[in-house]
């Protein structure tokens, strides 16, 4: 680990003015930053820890939706009465990633910020353009099987990893940030998360030193709510893919999937051909999709999933 | 207090620190190794209390928990496996939650209440979760079991909290000490030597449930 200083930040827009400094960072929970500090993928000189700030708080909005702080532990967030009955889908999605005791440690802006699991991006012999812009994609002409098959670009095809994010995004979540100069905004999370395009490294619409506060969810949509995770073991694995969707009872519905872009995917015209069943709403989902042939088994896996969930949607 | 540089902390063998009057033995050089090879950091204070013992500690900004507890108080009961947050080995439980301490920076726990294994029972007077896996063979070399008890620990107390689970049915309802459950919520501790069957068993004991 390359030598850093550490602060513990008690305000928060002189939080953010300390981030915007270069080689500086923000640290909650530290179970992604810290992991990838040891091996020097991430090499920050000055550590603003942000757990004093005061945002562990879950809080009904006016609007009668739910604002998570950005503190809030994944175990908190997931075990919350209204989080349950209301946004179970959240609940669901949350407690599929990871161990117990990385969700107890785990904060909602650290899980939506963490990095790739791609394994050329953690090899530093290894061309990666995430990692050191403009070396390459060792993932292109390598094995791929976990990596993207849609959103990808040239320069890269991995996947972002977290199964929560996938859930937020399929409930037109809205991620609050305040900006070194004390100012706020309000980003919904299909604009949060940037595809690759050529700078793979730039991974979120974030500006220098903005720090998220808070991430709310609109007005409760009811419907039935089913997060189906599919992994090469039954727990504690990363997604291969994963189909969050909120299915009403006249069959039409909204789906968000994971481990096949750079990003949480959901594409509005497979939210419209719900009713019409999986094939159809698979199909606008993988639109244009580009797998390797490491990864082409994903484009059935998805419809398959999906096609599962519809399932017990019905029985449900 | 001035800046110390690592390298003459370990060099002075025993610094008294002011904070919570605590003396704490300073850091072997072969538990500093960065701090040798990298040349001199600033060091920042700490203190937290280890199984009821209030500690303060000088450390470079780098030291984990895990590397705090084990390189600086000596307590070596919990165990460096992956030191990626991987394997459970290094799971103890902080402010009445399991965590990993590999993935913690020791100076994120000011003011912490830390148990280790050492802290939940001693030979002569084990806790019911390590009289448990004695009893039903929780292990076999042993490596990983501090990170195991610490952990199973942990999951009895969420059980208890109603905290879900991925393999809940029900997440609108309190979930029941099933082996399914313990066996999920073990999910993060791994065993090499496969004492999984034994140690579910062991933790369905300590709850007074059949697993
Ligand atoms: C072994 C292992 C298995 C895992 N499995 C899964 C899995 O199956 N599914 C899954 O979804 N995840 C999984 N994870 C990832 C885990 O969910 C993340 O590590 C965790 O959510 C990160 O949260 P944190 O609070 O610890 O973030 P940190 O590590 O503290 O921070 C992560 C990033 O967010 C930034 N940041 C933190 N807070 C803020 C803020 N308020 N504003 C702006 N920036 C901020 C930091 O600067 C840093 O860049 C796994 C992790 C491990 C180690
Ligand atoms: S896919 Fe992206 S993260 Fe992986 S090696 Fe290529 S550039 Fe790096």
């Not at chain 1, 089913?226 to 039409?252: N, T």
């Not at chain 1, 009713?275 to 990864?295: C, F, H, V």
């Not at chain 2, 109603?162 to 082996?179: E, M, R, Y």
Request: hydrophobic content about 40%; some cysteine.
């Amino acid at each position: 680990m390359k030598a850093f200083t550490y602060e513990r930040a008690k305000d928060p827009v002189a939080a953010a003015r300390a981030a915007a400094r270069p080689g500086a960072k923000f640290l909650a929970g530290g179970t992604n930053l810290l992991d990838l500090m040891k091996i020097e993928i991430e090499a920050p000189t000055h550590l603003i820890d942000v757990q004093d700030l005061g945002f562990d708080k879950i809080e009904p909005t006016p609007d009668g939706g739910l604002r998570i702080g950005a503190l809030v532990t994944n175990t908190a967030m997931a075990a919350d009465q209204r989080v349950r009955r209301d946004y179970p889908l959240l609940t669901r999605a949350t407690v599929a990633g990871a161990s117990g005791q990385l969700r107890n440690k785990a904060t909602t802006a650290g899980n939506l910020l963490q990095r790739t699991r791609c394994p050329y991006f953690y090899d530093p012999n290894m061309p990666c353009n995430k990692r050191k812009p403009g070396s390459g994609c060792g993932a292109l002409g390598g094995y791929s099987r976990q990596l993207a098959v849609v959103g990808s670009s040239e320069a890269c095809i991995a996947t972002h990893p977290s199964d929560m994010a996938v859930a937020m995004r399929a409930l037109d979540a809205v991620v609050e940030t305040v900006n070194p100069q004390g100012r706020t905004r309000a980003i919904p999370i299909a604009e949060f998360h940037r595809l690759p395009g050529d700078t793979p490294h730039i991974e979120t619409t974030l500006t220098a030193g903005e720090l998220i506060t808070a991430v709310t969810l609109p007005k409760p949509i009811g419907g039935t709510q089913i997060y189906e995770k599919v992994r090469d073991r039954a727990s504690y694995a990363f997604a291969v893919v994963s189909v969050a969707a909120v299915i009403q009872s006249d069959g039409s519905g909204r789906v968000a999937v994971g481990g096949v872009a750079h990003k949480p995917w959901r594409v509005d015209a497979a939210d419209a051909a719900m009713s019409r069943g999986a094939k159809a709403a698979a199909g606008e989902l993988l639109a244009g999709a580009k797998p390797t042939q490491d990864n082409a088994f994903k484009i059935p896996l998805v419809e398959r999933t999906l096609a599962g969930v519809m399932a017990q949607a019905r029985a449900a | 207090m001035p800046e110390l540089p690592e390298f003459e902390t370990s060099r002075r063998g025993v610094l008294a620190v002011g904070a919570g009057g605590a003396v704490v033995a300073s850091t072997p050089a072969i538990a500093a190794p960065s701090a040798v090879t990298r040349g001199a950091v600033p060091s920042s204070q700490v203190a937290f209390r280890v199984n009821g013992k209030a500690q303060a500690l000088r450390l470079d900004p780098r030291t984990t928990l895990l590397d705090a507890l084990r390189e600086h108080l000596h307590l070596t009961g919990t165990k460096k496996g992956c030191d990626h947050g991987q394997c459970g080995a290094c799971t103890v439980i902080v402010n009445g939650q399991r965590i990993n301490s590999c993935l913690s920076l020791a100076l994120q726990h000011e003011g912490d209440e830390i148990t280790t294994i050492e802290g939940l029972g001693t030979p002569d007077n084990l806790h019911p979760m390590q009289a448990a896996f004695v009893k039903h063979d929780g292990f076999q070399c042993g490596y990983c079991t501090p990170g195991q008890i610490c952990s199973a620990v942990g999951v009895l107390d969420e059980i208890r909290q109603g905290i879900p689970s991925h393999v809940q049915a029900d997440i609108s309802q309190a979930p029941q000490v099933t082996n399914m459950e313990l066996r999920e919520r073990m999910s993060g501790n791994i065993c090499r030597c496969g004492a999984y069957s034994n140690i579910a068993e062991a933790m369905a004991e300590v709850a007074g449930a059949k697993a």
